[in-house]
């Protein structure tokens, strides 16, 4: 019988132009010093060599494919206390026996579980793989690897002789072509994710989980949410429940969250400001609107409004000059928002475990403009003294680090506050986070100023940096 194990490193479809893109990152590194640009400072300053370059692509590329050891958890506060989660989830999961949680008095709505035995290492020993299997997209693969379950819209094929109660081999689509509803000849190349109990044939009309896992090639947590109300709480990856924090919204103040998809973030943002106020959210897709609306009600978030992004019609150029003067529909008035949060579309560089990368590099270069077009429209949006977060979920300096330093130098009006300190005062120890890289225009001290989640920690990788507005008579 065929046995299989371990990740291992992330599958490319373009591994040369990726390591490339990366190496080029890499290289606009500076040391030494403090970076001319900005400020004019005068140290002298040296860019890293290719043998350092090379020990941080190689670094980067074994983290990426490394499963986290531990899951995190974000708990709908305005239903439940983190407290009362916890003797839900022990009360319903008897697997919960083996694992440890811990909650975080700065952070209540957090909670970190982590296997009991040891924290060292996530491979599992090997497993057998059965006859019948179950491809699923590749994006899915990474969820499925850090303790979720196989639903629907997940599989793209299932074996014709599957049935139900029968233990699937379930395996990722390392090609990104795999047609949906295939039953043979699954597809190939494909990665091997574990096993699991196949719960209907009729994947595509089920609500719950399709493929009940009950063995991975990685040995995170799995706590089954499915047994708890699903307003309580939910996975998300801790960057993410960072950036509503480090933006610190407070009640009665109007925010907007100008990511594009209106989902974990903004009912986090609403629940921080206890439903009062407003929080106005922008979904990329239309289609979608309705579905997350629902999700924010049962979430019993009151304060969101929902609209379609729309590059072009986001900052209104004339009329109403204050947030009173109009229905908080775009396009927006100059200056409407208290706080603004960009978690920008980005290559999404930073997913763990990274299975399946379709991206070529003139893809991942494709980010750049359409961040600095998003970062552009939300200070127009932002009030004088307000506060913009900007983050994406990728590890590459270009879209991180080259993004602040683009932004400092066109927007007069901007200044980079410490997130790191605001961070700091969370009290998180266990979620040790990176200061950003030196670049050209963008020093050391900035450098400070900024949050990196990458192989120094056990995230996903993710970039978080905070803006005040000062001036916006200073706006280019």
Not at 75 to 103: C, G, H, W
Not at 348 to 354: A, E, I
Request: with cysteine.
């Amino acid at each position: 019988m065929n046995m299989a194990s371990a990740p291992g490193k992330p599958f490319f479809k373009y591994p040369e132009e990726i390591e490339h893109a990366l190496k080029s990152n890499f290289r606009i590194i500076l040391v030494d010093g403090v970076v001319e640009g900005r400020k004019k400072d005068k140290k002298a300053v040296r860019k890293i060599d290719e043998k350092t370059v090379q020990a941080k692509y190689d670094e980067m590329i074994s983290w990426l494919g490394e499963s986290p050891k531990d899951q995190v958890f974000r708990v709908n506060t305005l239903q439940r206390r983190a407290d009362k989660v916890i003797d839900l989830i022990k009360a319903t999961d008897p697997r919960s026996e083996l694992y440890q949680f811990t909650t975080f008095p700065k952070v209540p709505e957090l909670i970190m579980v982590f296997n009991k035995e040891s924290s060292e290492g996530v491979e599992n020993k090997e497993i057998n793989v059965k006859a019948q299997e179950a491809i699923v997209k590749w994006s899915s693969g990474s969820a499925i690897l850090r303790g979720g379950h196989v639903f629907g819209p997940d599989i793209m094929g299932l074996s014709k002789s599957a049935r139900k109660d029968m233990v699937v081999s379930v395996f990722v689509d390392t090609s990104g072509t795999c047609k949906p509803g295939a039953t043979t000849n699954l597809q190939k190349p494909k990665k091997f994710l574990g096993n699991g109990v196949l719960i209907t044939r009729d994947y595509a009309k089920y609500k719950g989980p399709v493929i009940k896992m009950m063995e991975r090639i990685t040995n995170s947590p799995s706590i089954d949410l499915n047994l708890i109300p699903p307003n309580f709480v939910r996975g998300q990856h801790f960057p993410s429940i960072i950036c509503p924090r480090i933006l610190d919204p407070k009640p009665d103040e109007v925010v907007l969250d100008i990511s594009g998809y209106a989902g974990m973030e903004t009912s986090h943002i609403a629940a921080l400001m206890g439903n009062k106020g407003k929080v106005i959210a922008l979904q990329r897709d239309a289609a979608r609107i309705d579905q997350f609306t629902k999700r924010h009600k049962e979430f019993g978030c009151t304060n969101i409004r929902i609209f379609h992004l729309d590059f072009e019609k986001l900052v209104k150029q004339n009329g109403a000059k204050n947030i009173k003067d109009f229905d908080y529909r775009p396009p927006f008035p100059k200056g409407s928002f208290d706080r603004i949060l960009v978690d920008a579309d980005c290559s999404y560089l930073g997913l763990r475990p990274l299975i399946f990368y379709p991206q070529n590099g003139r893809s991942m270069a494709s980010w750049q403009p359409r961040q600095k077009k998003l970062f552009t429209s939300a200070v127009d949006l932002l009030k004088d003294g307000g506060t913009l977060v900007y983050a994406t979920c990728t590890v590459t300096i270009f879209e991180n680090e080259s993004i602040v330093a683009w932004a400092l130098k066109t927007f007069p009006c901007l200044e980079l506050i410490s997130a790191r300190e605001k961070y700091e005062s969370f009290e998180l120890r266990e979620f040790p986070v990176s200061p950003g890289y030196t670049i050209r225009g963008f020093n050391s001290a900035d450098a400070q100023k900024v949050l990196r989640f990458g192989p120094e920690g056990d995230s996903a990788g993710f970039f978080i940096a905070l803006f005040r507005k000062t001036n916006a008579e200073n706006d280019p």
